[in-house]
């Protein structure tokens, strides 16, 4: 019966062994042989190219497990069509055990509109593949209030490993806004797991973390309109002294969106250990809102955040937040970051420690500029202020320090022209900053106690006041000239050069 074609052996002929071959259209015999693998007839399988090697197919075939292979007929049918009419959250689980029990580290996710009425719990190791967020959705019932997709560990518990990828997430919040428990991702306690090329929509939050550690959040939009918006974008909750010392959310997020949110892009309670890369907040009240002042919280600290935006919020664009039992955050480092179009301020840091801010830019913000409040030993550098933040509001700084001591203002520009207020306002008992070669169009207001300015410039300083009278201005004879500044030195002796 060699090189027959199926249809020419005779019926109910028993199939053995390498007698079999397969053929095309034409009868040529097709290089595949098959051998009896248990009940099933499986052959040996090898990929195009040179060099390829023979192997099973049950090899093959063994590399992922697909969620077809868990579902019924009427149920793979219903996907396809998008139907969303029947459950397939228990095929989810099932198919995610089989992958653990053996060690099989994919799920494939064919293309498809998938109803999900329970959590999908993602266990270890395994990743979760869909064929792309265009093509394969998750999609929560209207009554299902909980995550769609979880991992939850524990401290000396965790879940090492896996993710989900190249997917779409349509929570129930956004059709039901008392489903606050509705959350795309959620992550409790695991580490080194890949969450990327996902989109989410309709959730309370749309990703969630704690616990977490050097967890990657990679390309994932929050975003959607109507009964596809979200709350907030990406939020890393607190955590309790409670929880074991080194307990942490480091997550590494990089060219992640949060979009059209009700409420916040970014909700850090306490992102110890964070590194956020190219990410964005846009179209809601505030864009990054770091911080907790809840009682009984670890510090927060050690956070970076590079090349970050948030704009045309309704609130405030970065808003760090003093932390939890009065005890401040501290050392984060901004970098490269634009925070521009706010109802309220640009950047504010509240009750902060050895914070820095630098090369960034701060723009068209109707509440100022920068605020520092309350805040020491933080540094902002070599910062554009544009687009005249503060719009017609009298009596603030476009940066403004209130409170506080021993902050830097240095390298900055501040190009405020209204000339309703001033370009830097210090206020509120500060002292002890230092105020270092700024142009400051707008000129300045100093009054705290040891404070010292050196070689700053601008135009029109009749704001220049202070209770100590410490500046010194020298004119040029051309109009408009720009006026060096000077301020006496710790012993209060006073320094005027005339710049040509």
Not at 128 to 135: C, P, S, W, Y
Not at 189 to 207: L, W
Not at 224 to 244: C, E, M, R, V
Request: aromatic fraction near 8%; glycine fraction near 12%; proline fraction near 2%.
């Amino acid at each position: 019966m060699a090189d027959s074609k199926y249809s020419a052996l005779p019926p109910a002929a028993l199939l053995t062994g390498a007698e079999i071959f397969a053929v095309d259209q034409a009868g040529n015999s097709v290089r595949t042989t098959v051998s009896a693998v248990g009940n099933n007839a499986l052959g040996t399988y090898t990929a195009p190219g040179i060099g390829a090697q023979a192997r099973t197919v049950s090899s093959k075939l063994a590399e992922s497990i697909s969620v077809f292979d868990f579902m019924t007929a009427a149920q793979i049918a219903n996907v396809q069509a998008g139907l969303l009419t029947l459950d397939i959250s228990g095929a989810f689980n099932t198919a995610l055990t089989a992958c653990t029990a053996s060690s099989i580290a994919k799920l494939v996710i064919p293309s498809g509109s998938y109803l999900i009425a329970a959590t999908i719990n993602r266990p270890a190791g395994v990743y979760m593949m869909g064929d792309g967020a265009e093509f394969t959705a998750l999609v929560s019932t209207s009554t299902f209030n909980g995550p769609v997709i979880a991992s939850t560990g524990a401290f000396n518990n965790v879940i090492n490993r896996g993710g989900v990828q190249n997917l779409a997430i349509f929570g129930s919040w956004g059709t039901n806004h008392a489903n606050t428990l509705s959350v795309g991702i959620s992550e409790s306690f695991t580490n080194r797991s890949i969450h990327k090329d996902v989109r989410i929509h309709g959730c309370f939050r749309g990703m969630y973390g704690i616990g977490v550690w050097q967890v990657l959040w990679d390309n994932i939009q929050v975003d959607g309109t109507g009964t596809q918006q979200n709350a907030t974008g990406f939020y890393l909750d607190q955590l309790l002294l409670t929880l074991p010392v080194g307990t942490s959310n480091a997550i590494n997020a990089v060219n992640c969106v949060a979009q059209d949110v009700s409420d916040t892009g970014w909700r850090l309670l306490n992102p110890n250990g964070c590194k956020l890369v190219d990410c964005e907040a846009e179209n809601g009240i505030n864009g990054f809102f770091i911080g907790n002042t809840a009682a009984g919280c670890y510090p927060i600290q050690f956070g970076q955040f590079t090349g970050c935006v948030s704009d045309t919020n309704t609130g405030i664009g970065f808003f760090v937040q003093q932390g939890s039992n009065a005890s401040p955050c501290n050392y984060m480092q901004f970098a490269n970051c634009w925070a521009g179009t706010h109802g309220n301020l640009g950047v504010y840091f509240d009750g902060c420690s050895g914070l820095n801010w630098t090369n960034g830019i701060i723009g068209n913000n109707t509440g100022a500029g920068l605020r520092l409040n309350n805040s020491v030993n933080c540094i902002i550098a070599t910062t554009q202020f544009v687009q005249d933040n503060l719009g017609a509001q009298v009596g603030i700084g476009d940066i403004t320090i209130s409170g506080g001591s021993f902050n830097k203002i240095i390298g900055c520009f501040s190009s405020m022209a209204t000339g309703a207020s001033v370009s830097l306002l210090e206020s509120g008992g500060t002292n002890s900053n230092t105020i270092e070669h700024n142009t400051l169009l707008q000129g300045a207001t100093l009054i705290g106690a040891g404070t010292r300015a050196l070689y700053n410039q601008g135009y029109n300083p009749v704001g220049i006041s202070g209770h100590h009278r410490r500046w010194s201005v020298t004119r040029d004879a051309l109009p408009h000239a720009e006026r060096d500044l000077y301020l006496n030195d710790s012993q209060g002796r006073e320094d005027s050069r005339h710049s040509h």
